[in-house]
């Protein structure tokens, strides 16, 4: 896998206490936002779905858990130490649920329309936020994506109310950098993870990018104030 990419060094070990942190810093939330992206995914009831950026799986188990037997479920990503938990997770909840495939979004191993759903879960940001590739990554997910099928992103987003915001951002910039990387023991991670967040697109913002790669019916939901979102998005 290449490792000239910035991000890659951060993504090819999973910070201690990964899971931990996600669930610590949004109050917990992270997982009910993961099922309700998992519930907008499987609405029209697609056959075969991608969670993107999987990481340790967390999406993927949530649609495993609530869909029907026989649907195909992938979890893609491009570090095999985060596949390695995925995996170790999905044995004991979804034996044989999942299929996981490890690979680099720019490039996917799937043809043209295979998927009639694909969910990401914070990752969009890291695929698009001052990423040089972030075209690149649009282009294959739509790609592989079929003509009518679902695009769902759940990410962090921007408050509309100004004073909410100034709290997200004073939040991000001491607890989740401090303690991230506290736990974590790994400050770079943490860092960007905290820069990214303050910086990263309002939801116009967001439609505007979808729309300019294809797709169309762009929607998004706030949640919690705004501090984070899910996108809908539609290949026409
Ligand atoms: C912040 S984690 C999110 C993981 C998971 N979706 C979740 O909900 O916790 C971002 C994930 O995106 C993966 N990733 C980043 N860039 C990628 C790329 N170009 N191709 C494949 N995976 C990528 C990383 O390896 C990492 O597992």
Redesign the pocket.
């Given at each position: 896998m290449k490792d000239s990419r910035p991000?890659y060094k951060i993504?090819s070990s999973v910070p201690p206490g990964y899971d931990l942190i996600?669930r610590l810093f949004t109050l917990r939330r992270d997982e009910r936002w993961?099922r309700k992206t998992a519930l907008l995914i499987l609405e029209d009831n697609p056959q075969r779905i991608m969670?993107l950026?999987?990481?340790?799986g967390?999406?993927a188990m949530h649609i495993a858990g609530i869909a029907k037997a026989g649907v195909e479920i992938t979890g893609?990503?491009?570090?095999r130490p985060?596949l390695d938990i995925a995996e170790q997770k999905a044995q004991k909840s979804h034996a044989g649920k999942i299929g996981f495939v490890l690979?680099?979004?720019?490039e996917m191993p799937f043809t043209d329309g295979y998927f009639d759903a694909i969910g990401?879960?914070?990752?969009f940001r890291?695929?698009t936020y001052k990423n040089s590739d972030s075209e690149k990554?649009l282009a294959e997910i739509f790609r592989v994506l079929r003509p009518g099928g679902k695009f769902v992103i759940v990410e962090s987003s921007q408050p509309a109310n100004r004073l909410l915001r100034f709290l997200f951002h004073t939040y991000t910039k001491t607890m989740v950098y401090y303690l991230g990387s506290w736990i974590s023991g790994n400050k770079t991670a943490y860092r960007y993870l905290a820069n990214s967040v303050i910086d990263y697109f309002t939801p116009v913002e967001v439609r505007v990018l979808l729309q300019k790669s294809g797709f169309a019916e762009v929607r998004h939901i706030p949640l919690m104030g705004g501090v984070a979102a899910i996108h809908v998005a539609n290949k026409k």
């Open positions: 991000l993504f996600n993961r969670d950026c999987t990481g340790t967390d999406l893609f990503d491009y570090s985060m690979g680099d979004a720019a990401i879960a914070f990752a890291n695929l990554f």
